[in-house]
């Protein structure tokens, strides 16, 4: 298994390892193809995030190989079972060498704590709370408390799990990073401005989730859709980079 090291933001623009915030990209794609093609069009960047679409299509042996040859994956598969059956997952998620893996707060204390001893030293758990696709009165409608509430909640439970990060949209990033500054947080949902929002309903730019205290970054579309991916990608890298200039 390789050796895990945590590529910062400054050494894939710089060389240089001391920042502390990495960019994940989003290969929403529907083939190992495509994505194989996207890890070559973006080299010399390494940090990939694999969600539901791109893990069936290509499954487990494809994320070993790109875990294997170097690439650092996100695995974003937001478990969400009873306790016994998410700690099997996690194990065989962690046999394939990615860094981070999500799991949904929701599943409760019980499913965190099994999930969190079966991810071992190696493995980073992402505990979901509540997706940025979500509005406050989508929230109301399905009989959940705003937002920032049910986000809070949902972080304690990870904290107090010992889960290593949580993922949050940039509108809670702040008060999470405040409270439980030692969790990691992930921001998903990040769009440079001028950019569409697509199917997100809490957004944010890189610079303002870097600034509020997030650790990761995740930006797909802007990326992928982009006339010159590479130069988007550099974009978004010296945004958040500014933020940590100025902080």
């Given at each position: ?8 933001m400054?050494r ?8 502390g ?14 994505a ?22 290509a499954?487990p ?36 060498g ?7 707060a ?14 071992g ?14 509005s ?7 009989g ?16 107090e799990?010992g889960?290593g ?19 990691a ?6 769009r440079?401005?001028g ?8 957004v ?5 989730a ?28 010296s945004?958040?980079m500014?933020a940590?200039?100025?902080?």
């Amino acid at each position: 298994m390789k050796q895990k090291v945590r590529w910062t933001m400054a050494r894939d623009v710089n060389g240089d390892s001391k920042a502390g915030v990495t960019v994940w990209v989003a290969l929403d794609v529907p083939t190992p193809e495509e994505a194989d093609a996207w890890m070559t069009r973006l080299h010399p960047h390494h940090h990939f995030k694999v969600g539901l679409e791109l893990f069936l299509a290509a499954g487990p042996r494809a994320v070993a190989a790109w875990t294997a040859r170097g690439e650092h994956v996100f695995l974003d598969l937001k478990l969400h079972d009873i306790p016994h059956t998410v700690a099997g997952a996690v194990r065989q998620a962690r046999r394939l060498g990615v860094d981070l893996l999500t799991v949904h707060a929701a599943g409760g204390p019980a499913m965190l704590a099994a999930a969190q001893d079966a991810a071992g030293p190696a493995l980073t758990l992402a505990a979901v709370t509540v997706l940025t696709s979500l509005s406050n009165e989508v929230l109301t409608a399905m009989g959940a408390p705003p937002a920032r509430a049910w986000v809070e909640t949902l972080a304690a439970m990870a904290a107090e799990a010992g889960v290593g990060a949580a993922v949050t949209s940039g509108a809670e990033v702040m008060v999470l990073h405040r409270r439980w500054p030692t969790l990691a947080l992930v921001v998903p949902g990040v769009r440079p401005a001028g950019t569409p929002v697509g199917d997100q309903a809490r957004v944010v730019s890189p610079a303002n989730a870097v600034a509020a205290g997030a650790a990761h970054l995740v930006v797909g579309r802007p990326v992928l859709t982009a006339g010159e991916p590479l130069a988007a990608l550099a974009a978004i890298k010296s945004d958040a980079m500014g933020a940590m200039a100025h902080a």
